[in-house]
């Protein structure tokens, strides 16, 4: 014991740092445990489409969307949600909704958004479009 608090005492800006990155793992920890958004795999996203009628909301920009996106998804911005355009999209709040970005960071934003606008069942996909892709899975390309 005495070892380590020669240790803190020696390197009290290291120490510091492991304790705000402990205290910072263990918020996340927290904060995803108890998050109402579920993350989904591709596989699980498949299964909601096919099965559940689930829904894709594609929250990338406009021309990302028209490059490639999910078979009958849904292109929503983040800037419709985050200014609570969506009046469009009201039929779908029992709808199981998966959130698609490019990477998963994003989407998880605005799935948690969604989830305060009364949307039930809300997931977002893990890896977004770019492990999407990487798995080889359908793309469609808009021409509009």
């Known amino acids: 014991m005495q070892e380590y608090i020669e240790f803190f005492q020696a390197n009290p800006i290291l120490s510091l740092s492991w304790v705000g990155l402990f205290i ?10 108890t998050s109402k958004v579920k993350n989904i795999s591709h596989q699980i996203l498949t299964q909601l489409v096919n099965k559940e009628e ?9 021309d990302e969307y ?13 800037s419709e949600i985050k200014n609570n355009k969506l009046t469009h999209l009201e039929k779908y709040k029992t709808s199981p909704i998966i959130v698609v970005c490019n990477a998963g960071m994003t989407s998880s934003q605005a799935a948690q958004l969604l989830i305060k606008e009364g949307f039930a069942n809300v997931y977002n996909l893990n890896g977004g479009m770019a492990d999407w ?3 080889n899975l359908p793309v469609v390309k808009s021409k509009r």
């Open 24 to 33: 910072a793992v263990v918020v996340m920890t927290v904060k995803i445990s």
């Open 66 to 78: 028209k490059k490639g996106h999910i078979i009958d998804a849904l292109n929503v911005t983040m």
């Open 133 to 135: 892709k990487s798995a």
């Open 54 to 62: 689930g829904v894709v909301f594609d929250v990338r920009s406009k």
